[in-house]
């Protein structure tokens, strides 16, 4: 009756101290700047983690963009730069929101799709499998 307890104290805290799942992440307010001439894509959205655990996003692709990279933009030294990042944590019940100067996707290479006015798929994936389906709208340079 003992191992019993004890297994049932070692499955419950498993299961709390497990990450959240993509069914406890949303997305809202997904957009891409489409710029000319084949440029690449700026993406921007807000990030929800309703879930008790942290989630990590380590990914994503699209159908419109020959390639997706999580990129951030910061100050070093009065200059901006843009690095790409392996990982983006999102807190348990947490937002983190993709905006220009901070964490944006970088959609490499474009394609016809990326015009303004239409929507595009997006598919986010996280450190643990799970994946997440969402439609960006795309809008022009001034982002509108």
């Known amino acids: 009756m003992r191992f019993a307890g004890l297994l049932s104290v070692a499955i419950i805290a498993a299961a709390l101290a497990a990450?959240?799942?993509?069914?406890?992440?949303?997305?809202?307010?997904?957009?891409?700047?489409?710029?000319?001439?084949g440029l690449p894509a700026g993406g921007y959205f807000k990030l929800h983690n309703d879930g008790n655990a942290p989630v990590t996003l380590v990914g994503a692709s699209s159908s419109a963009c020959g390639m997706v990279m999580l990129h951030e933009s910061m100050s070093m030294g009065g200059t901006e730069q843009m690095m790409m990042v392996d990982k983006v944590p999102v807190p348990a019940h947490g937002v983190l929101e993709f905006k220009p100067g901070a964490y944006h996707l970088m959609c490499m290479k474009p394609t016809a799709a990326m015009k303004p006015g239409a929507k595009v798929?997006?598919?986010?994936?996280?450190?643990?499998?799970?994946?997440?389906?969402?439609?960006?709208?795309?809008?022009?340079?001034?982002?509108?």
């Open 19 to 37: 990450p959240a799942s993509a069914a406890e992440v949303s997305v809202s307010d997904g957009w891409f700047r489409a710029l000319p001439a």
């Open 121 to 144: 798929p997006v598919v986010l994936e996280f450190a643990d499998g799970d994946k997440l389906g969402v439609n960006f709208a795309v809008k022009n340079a001034k982002g509108q």
